[in-house]
């Protein structure tokens, strides 16, 4: 027995077989279709062990961003590692500008098999998406971290709040690494000895991930790691 339906990220019909699984859990076994799905450029090979950044065979296990950012006191050990999926090509770009900035909320269903796979990986009590300031929420409709973990079958714990500023799009490399401090943590929280699990969409600089993991560290957590789509 086959089903038809459309690819999510291009629209076209895709053909599949049917499996017991589909048909009694309602569950859709494929959401994209062979040739988006090979468009996805997943990061291998030796990677930065904080931020997942793609090492040259002269470097060790710290690319030289992670260098720099563990040499500062101030953030030295905030964010203990960052696990990226996917390199951010052309392709890719464009799918997250649809999602974040178009509105379509369904796309992060394409990604939700990769999620799932490593966040089963993953050791953390608490799974926290990267905030929207009110005004970026109300102009979205919808945090688009918190939409990648609903998608792959995770619920979130809202733990932090975000103040409005620029969109990091518009900013300079110096000015996201500078920003001032957007984060705040929500009262009455558990956050003494805990693991956190931060999940954002993309990691560009760090800064954003790694002021988030600041203050939670700087409230008790004991460990704080992050993982996004694409870096």
């Known amino acids: ?16 077989e049917l499996s017991w699984k589909s048909v009694f859990l309602k569950v859709n076994e494929k959401a994209v279709c062979d040739t988006c799905n090979d468009k996805f450029e997943i990061i ?7 931020c997942s950044r793609n090492l040259a065979e002269s470097q060790d ?15 030295s050990g905030c964010l203990s590692s960052n696990h990226s999926l996917f390199i951010y090509n052309d392709f890719i770009k464009e799918i997250i500008a649809k ?3 178009r509105g379509d ?24 998406p990267i905030p929207l300031s009110d005004e970026r929420l109300r102009e979205r409709g919808f945090n688009q971290a918190k939409g990648l973990a609903e998608m792959a079958g995770y ?3 809202e733990y932090l709040k975000r103040t409005h500023s620029e969109k990091q799009s518009k900013k300079t490399r110096d000015e996201r690494i500078n920003l001032a401090q957007v984060f705040q ?11 956190f699990l931060l999940i954002d969409d993309i990691y560009t600089t760090g800064s954003t991930l790694r002021q ?6 700087l409230e008790g957590a004991y460990d704080v790691k992050s993982i996004t789509l694409v870096r």
């Open 44 to 50: 291998t090979g030796d990677r930065c062990r904080i």
């Open 1 to 16: 027995m086959f089903s038809n339906q459309l690819c999510l990220l291009c629209n076209k019909e895709m053909r599949q």
């Open 185 to 195: 943590v929500l009262s009455d929280k558990e956050i003494l000895g805990k693991h």
């Open 61 to 75: 296990s710290l690319c030289y961003d992670c260098i720099r950012w563990e040499r500062d006191s101030m953030w």
């Open 105 to 128: 909320y369904a796309i992060a269903g394409a990604f939700a098999p990769y999620l799932m796979q490593q966040l089963a990986k993953m050791d953390f009590d608490y799974l926290i």
């Open 155 to 157: 619920s979130c714990e």
């Open 99 to 101: 999602y974040k900035y």
């Open 212 to 217: 988030a993991a600041r203050v939670l560290r």
